[in-house]
């Protein structure tokens, strides 16, 4: 979950050689590769929704291609949904799970050495800016609009969440299409805010005050947790929706300025927050940190990833289910809500062949569409149905209330206010050189939070190397 929300430190800026030098070493390392075999085939009346589009699904028939996923829940249902798209459309996919951390700097050295090992892979939307600007990646509006592959009204690719189409896509075009996703909401204890006579909060200083009111230092009990991790799917996955909540903007007449007001007050809030009101190894916490702590009732909220209500109510961990509640993000002094807009998604691998692009595009428009999402969610068998489905119409569905009651109160209605009001495409600065800025804030932050540097002090010095990387 996030980035989403597995996602590790982003790579220092790579340059191409130190792509290579990094994928080299990595060698097989990541590789928990996963085919087909062993899974049970679906018959062919299970491939009824699918085949009432209007193309041919067996027009790359006999291709094979592999695609890279990260271990998560959500791509292990795809895996076992597998067979179904085999027996579709003729086309052999090995699917290869590469750990998050891994996944993004092995893509990157595969697109860039064109050697084409991957048809597709499970993508973060920060790294579409890069993709696109060396050309890595093709823009899939051309299949979209080929009527050969693409049907239309059956794919219905409006209604794929536009906020997660919008961070897929560069000056209009859309480099991937998203799979899974998430926002940001407020996670709290229901009966804990009750007893205590709160309200989930509205602005950033009614969070604070909750925070402050749940807090008992003394008997180290805490009344909040973020993530302190370094790295740019971390601390930089939550700072940036505090620096636009305080009205912080990252390009400013086309210079890069990380280390204005705006930002240095954000940082000095973040910092305050876990300072006083979090529990001390916060700092170093991930969101499983995040989401293990209050699974077992040792802080009372977060802010953190929709995705993680599949963690907090596993039956055989939590301590809390029934008791928990979701709100949107807060507003910042500014007056905006700035949720997260995150997801993975896929593109096609610009140097695959032909055929290989083919069989790429059908097996993201079989992932992708209505029929593989609702078999992925509430006709799935399972424990742990996806929450992160990617269409609009879909999380709507009374189908999907039902299957996502496990939840808690108020979760869907925080999700969809969320998706429909406080998304902000730009919520981090959407450029090529991503990986290095987003790796460079994260170490500037991680500082300030462990108390090493001052806020304006970090950001200073993370504004010169931004400012040099840009140059470079």
Same mark, same amino acid.
């Given at each position: 979950?996030?980035?989403?929300?597995?996602?590790?430190?982003?790579?220092?800026?790579?340059?191409?050689?130190?792509?290579?030098?990094?994928?080299?070493?990595?060698?097989?390392?990541?590789?928990?590769?996963?085919?087909?075999?062993?899974?049970?085939?679906?018959?062919?009346?299970?491939?009824?929704?699918? $085949?009432?589009?209007?193309?041919?699904?067996?027009?790359?028939?006999?291709?094979?291609?592999?695609?890279?996923?990260?271990?998560?829940?959500?791509?292990?249902?795809?895996?076992?949904?597998?067979?179904?798209? %085999?027996?579709?459309?003729?086309?052999? +996919?090995?699917? %290869?799970?590469?750990?998050?951390?891994?996944?993004?700097?092995?893509?990157?050295?595969?697109?860039?050495?064109?050697?084409?090992?991957?048809?597709?892979?499970?993508?973060?939307?920060?790294?579409?800016?890069?993709?696109?600007?060396?050309?890595?990646?093709?823009?899939?509006?051309?299949?979209?609009?080929?009527?050969?592959?693409?049907?239309?009204?059956?794919?219905?690719?409006?209604?794929?969440?536009?906020?997660?189409?919008?961070?897929?896509?560069?000056?209009?075009?859309?480099?991937?299409?998203?799979?899974?996703?998430?926002?940001?909401?407020?996670?709290?204890?229901?009966?804990?805010?009750?007893?205590?006579?709160?309200?989930?909060?509205?602005?950033?200083?009614?969070?604070?005050?909750?925070? $402050?009111?749940?807090?008992?230092?003394?008997?180290?009990?805490?009344?909040?947790?973020?993530?302190?991790?370094?790295?740019?799917?971390?601390?930089?996955?939550?700072?940036?929706? =505090?620096?636009?909540?305080?009205?912080?903007?990252?390009?400013?007449?086309?210079? +890069?300025?990380?280390?204005?007001?705006?930002?240095?007050?954000?940082?000095?809030?973040?910092?305050?927050?876990?300072?006083?009101?979090?529990?001390?190894?916060?700092?170093?916490?991930?969101?499983?940190?995040?989401?293990?702590?209050?699974?077992?009732?040792?802080?009372?909220?977060?802010?953190?990833?929709?995705?993680?209500?599949?963690?907090?109510?596993?039956?055989?961990?939590?301590?809390?289910?029934? $008791?928990?509640?979701?709100?949107?993000?807060?507003?910042?002094?500014?007056?905006?809500?700035?949720?997260?807009?995150?997801?993975?998604?896929?593109?096609?691998?610009?140097?695959?062949?032909?055929?290989?692009?083919?069989?790429?595009? =059908?097996?993201?428009?079989?992932?992708?569409? #209505?029929?593989?999402?609702?078999?992925?969610?509430?006709?799935?068998?399972?424990?742990?149905?996806?929450?992160?489905?990617?269409?609009?119409?879909? +999380?709507?569905?009374?189908?999907?209330?039902?299957?996502?009651?496990?939840?808690?109160?108020?979760?869907?209605? #925080?999700?969809?206010?969320?998706?429909?009001?406080?998304?902000?495409?730009?919520?981090?600065?959407?450029?090529?050189?991503?990986?290095?800025?987003?790796?460079?804030?994260?170490?500037?932050?991680?500082?300030?939070?462990?108390?090493?540097?001052?806020?304006?002090?970090?950001?200073?010095?993370?504004?010169?190397?931004?400012?040099?990387?840009?140059?470079?």
């Amino acid at each position: 979950m996030s980035e989403r929300s597995f996602g590790g430190r982003g790579p220092r800026n790579p340059g191409r050689r130190e792509i290579l030098r990094q994928g080299a070493a990595m060698g097989a390392a990541g590789l928990v590769g996963s085919s087909l075999a062993g899974a049970a085939f679906a018959q062919a009346d299970d491939l009824g929704a699918y $085949k009432s589009a209007k193309i041919n699904w067996r027009q790359a028939e006999g291709e094979s291609i592999t695609v890279a996923l990260i271990p998560a829940s959500y791509f292990d249902i795809l895996i076992g949904l597998g067979p179904q798209f %085999e027996a579709l459309t003729g086309i052999k +996919v090995r699917f %290869e799970k590469i750990p998050p951390g891994q996944i993004r700097q092995k893509a990157m050295l595969d697109l860039s050495s064109k050697t084409a090992t991957y048809a597709t892979s499970a993508t973060d939307p920060m790294y579409y800016p890069l993709y696109a600007s060396n050309k890595w990646v093709d823009d899939l509006d051309q299949y979209l609009d080929d009527k050969t592959l693409t049907d239309a009204a059956w794919f219905n690719v409006d209604d794929v969440i536009k906020s997660w189409r919008d961070s897929a896509s560069i000056n209009g075009k859309l480099y991937g299409m998203p799979y899974d996703g998430e926002v940001t909401v407020q996670v709290y204890r229901k009966d804990l805010y009750a007893a205590k006579g709160l309200k989930p909060a509205d602005t950033y200083d009614e969070f604070v005050s909750n925070a $402050k009111a749940l807090t008992d230092a003394s008997a180290r009990t805490y009344g909040v947790a973020l993530r302190g991790f370094a790295g740019a799917g971390q601390n930089m996955y939550i700072y940036p929706s =505090l620096f636009r909540g305080f009205g912080g903007t990252w390009i400013e007449g086309g210079k +890069v300025d990380v280390n204005s007001k705006p930002a240095v007050d954000a940082l000095a809030w973040y910092v305050d927050l876990l300072t006083k009101y979090a529990p001390p190894a916060v700092r170093n916490w991930n969101w499983p940190d995040i989401a293990d702590a209050f699974s077992q009732g040792n802080i009372p909220c977060y802010i953190d990833a929709s995705s993680s209500a599949t963690v907090i109510t596993n039956p055989e961990k939590s301590k809390v289910i029934g $008791k928990i509640a979701y709100a949107r993000w807060p507003k910042g002094p500014s007056g905006k809500r700035v949720t997260s807009i995150w997801n993975w998604g896929f593109p096609i691998n610009a140097a695959a062949s032909p055929k290989q692009k083919k069989a790429a595009w =059908l097996f993201i428009t079989w992932a992708c569409c #209505a029929e593989t999402q609702i078999r992925g969610s509430w006709k799935y068998a399972g424990a742990g149905k996806r929450s992160g489905v990617n269409r609009l119409s879909l +999380v709507r569905a009374p189908e999907f209330a039902t299957a996502m009651q496990y939840a808690g109160d108020n979760f869907i209605p #925080a999700v969809l206010e969320s998706l429909n009001q406080d998304t902000d495409v730009d919520w981090r600065p959407r450029v090529p050189q991503w990986p290095a800025i987003g790796d460079t804030m994260a170490t500037a932050i991680q500082a300030a939070l462990v108390g090493q540097k001052k806020p304006k002090e970090a950001l200073d010095e993370a504004q010169a190397r931004i400012q040099q990387i840009l140059k470079g």
